[in-house]
């Protein structure tokens, strides 16, 4: 049985060309942000990582074939798309073995780019331990595939609505390195700074690079976590999104929201909250995201 991957007639041709390609997940897409913004943000984004001199691999399942690079027209029907899957590392070949149609998360994104011999991926932000862990154990997947799987993830860091210190903890056990870019604090999504101090810290998008390189070489399994802050210009202060998390979590509490309903119950619950400021936010941190990826991918492809 031969594994179903489906590329794009973009991303074929830049694997055989040799160009620079940047995985983007499809779940910001279908639970992370509402139509029409999420194709017209998924579009953005990979013109983005198109002129910073990559080519943009868009993941998903359609249909049971796993897609690596995703049509305009691909990309317009999934984001319209009702009741899709979300898929993590439990769910992917469950939902390709059965036809189905869903939506890859970090874990699920960076397996699939993992096969395609993508080694670069950006996206929002990653999932974590969620408050409350200590008695619901929901402890995203996310954490694991990092630790497993050798893909460089650029996120903005992890947004407050988890338990941030927690989810430092983990990646840390699990021996993942968690690099912010450009600062030394952990970014937390929204706002530039968690007030907690990032494990390390590097300016260099070669050196990124080169680092993922040394720990394929030295046999050391699993990927590297990049904490992007979103730009200065576009963040929304810690002191502004932090009561809106809150009440998000207390009526995820009351509403008796549990397992993968919670992320995108909160994102949507923040969105009304902020009048829509937050996915402005959101989308600008993505395409930040984006931009550094490319530019890691091109270090990688040149080295
Ligand atoms: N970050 C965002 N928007 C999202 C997510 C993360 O800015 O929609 C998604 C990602 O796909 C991530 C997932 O992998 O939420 C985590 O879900 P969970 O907490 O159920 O593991
Ligand atoms: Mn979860």
């Not at 998924?42 to 690079?69: M, N």
């Not at 780019?113 to 929901?138: E, K, M, N």
């Amino acid at each position: 049985m031969t594994l179903p991957l489906h590329f794009s007639p973009e991303v074929s041709d830049a694997r055989t060309l040799g160009l620079p390609i940047v995985a983007l997940e499809s779940t910001i897409i279908t639970h992370g942000m509402p139509w029409p913004q999420n194709v017209e943000t998924a579009r953005e984004v990979e013109q983005v990582i198109r002129d910073g001199g990559a080519v943009p691999a868009t993941i998903a399942v359609l249909a049971g074939r796993l897609h690596i690079g995703l049509t305009d027209a691909e990309l317009e029907t999934l984001g319209q798309a009702k009741d899709v899957a979300k898929l993590s590392r439990a769910d992917l070949a469950v939902c390709i073995a059965s036809g189905g149609t869903g939506a890859t998360t970090v874990a699920a994104t960076m397996i699939a780019a993992h096969l395609a011999g993508i080694r670069v991926f950006a996206t929002g932000g990653i999932g974590g331990v969620h408050r409350g862990a200590d008695s619901s154990f929901d402890i995203s997947a996310d954490l694991h595939e990092l630790a497993k799987t050798p893909v460089t993830v650029v996120g903005a860091g992890a947004k407050a609505i988890l338990d941030l210190p927690k989810t430092l903890e983990v990646l840390e056990t699990l021996g993942v390195p968690v690099i912010a870019y450009g600062q030394k604090g952990f970014p937390a999504f929204w706002s530039r700074s968690s007030g907690l101090p990032a494990p390390l810290s590097m300016n260099d998008p070669a050196e990124i690079a080169k680092a993922m390189q040394l720990r394929s070489e030295m046999g050391l399994e699993g990927g590297q976590f990049v904490a992007n802050p979103i730009p200065e210009k576009d963040e929304i202060p810690s002191a502004v999104i932090n009561p809106v998390i809150e009440a998000a979590l207390a009526a995820a509490a009351e509403d008796g929201i549990a397992a993968k309903a919670v992320t995108p119950y909160l994102l949507d619950r923040i969105y009304h909250e902020t009048d829509g400021a937050s996915l402005v936010a959101n989308i600008a941190l993505v395409k930040n995201n984006a931009r550094l990826a490319a530019r890691i991918a091109g270090e990688m492809s040149a080295s």
